[in-house]
């Protein structure tokens, strides 16, 4: 278990409003990623980063943003939250760039769009 | 559209049966990793597969990297209850300076008495 905390774990907020969802690690991993999870879909990558202040897009990343000005922190921001990003959200850590390096999960976000 | 494929989608067996899932793309990835998720939990892995061809075995499960390392196949003998779960590959590349992990799309397997 790589201490990962997501929260909230459960919001409900209307369209066009922004919504932040944090993800604090205790492992002080390098790489953090936010996945959505949607049936049928698995798990779409959104946002990554490898690094304070350095992040990259996803496969979906159209109506988010993040931030990690923390090596512990990483931020997913809906902008103006719309039904499409009802999901369930997952964050995720990794230690470094080996490539048997395993992803570490949060519990996940499940927010709901109304 | 997404990189990685799984098929089935969905499986339903029987305790006893034997089942494969598949897990194709037509990118190649440095390594390929097979998750299982149970509900309201994140996903945990199981095995990672690096080199083209390779084949890990982990109790009754059997897991093989294509030899062009696009896809795999996770294969379980003797399937049991306790082996429902979401299953999902996923697939590992550099970016330069990072690594993008990217998953597929799933395979929900029940296995009933």
């Known amino acids: 278990d790589a201490g990962i905390t997501q929260s909230p774990r459960h919001k409900v907020t209307e369209t066009g409003t922004p919504v932040t969802l944090r993800c604090h690690q205790t492992?002080?991993?390098?790489?953090m990623y936010w996945y959505r999870q949607d049936p049928g879909h698995g798990l779409r990558l959104i946002h990554y980063?490898?690094?304070?202040?350095?992040?990259d897009k996803g496969e979906v990343s159209d109506g988010y943003s993040v931030s990690r000005s923390k090596t512990e922190d990483f931020l997913l921001t809906l902008e103006s939250a719309t039904s499409s990003q009802t999901s369930v959200y997952f964050c995720?850590?990794?230690?470094?760039?080996?490539?048997?390096?395993?992803?570490?999960f949060g519990q996940g976000t499940r927010l709901t769009v109304v | 559209t997404q990189l990685l494929e799984q098929s089935p989608q969905f499986l339903s067996i029987q305790e006893g049966e034997n089942l494969t899932v598949y897990c194709n793309s037509s990118?190649?990835?440095?390594?390929l990793q097979w998750y299982r998720q149970e509900p309201g939990e994140g996903p945990v892995l199981l095995v990672t597969?690096?080199?083209?061809?390779e084949v890990k075995k982990l109790k009754r499960l059997t897991f093989q990297f294509g030899d062009a390392r696009k896809d795999s196949s996770l294969h379980i003998t003797a399937a049991q209850p306790g082996d429902t779960g979401l299953y999902l590959c996923?697939?590992?590349?550099?970016?330069?300076?990072?690594?993008?992990?990217?998953f597929g799309t799933g395979t929900r397997l029940q296995v009933t008495l």
């Open positions: 995720a850590t990794r230690l470094g760039l080996g490539l048997a390096t395993e992803a570490f």
């Open positions: 492992e002080n991993h390098r790489y």
């Open positions: 980063s490898y690094g304070v202040k350095d992040t």
């Open positions: 990118s190649v990835f440095s390594s």
């Open positions: 597969v690096v080199t083209g061809g």
């Open positions: 996923a697939g590992a590349r550099y970016t330069g300076t990072a690594s993008k992990l990217t």
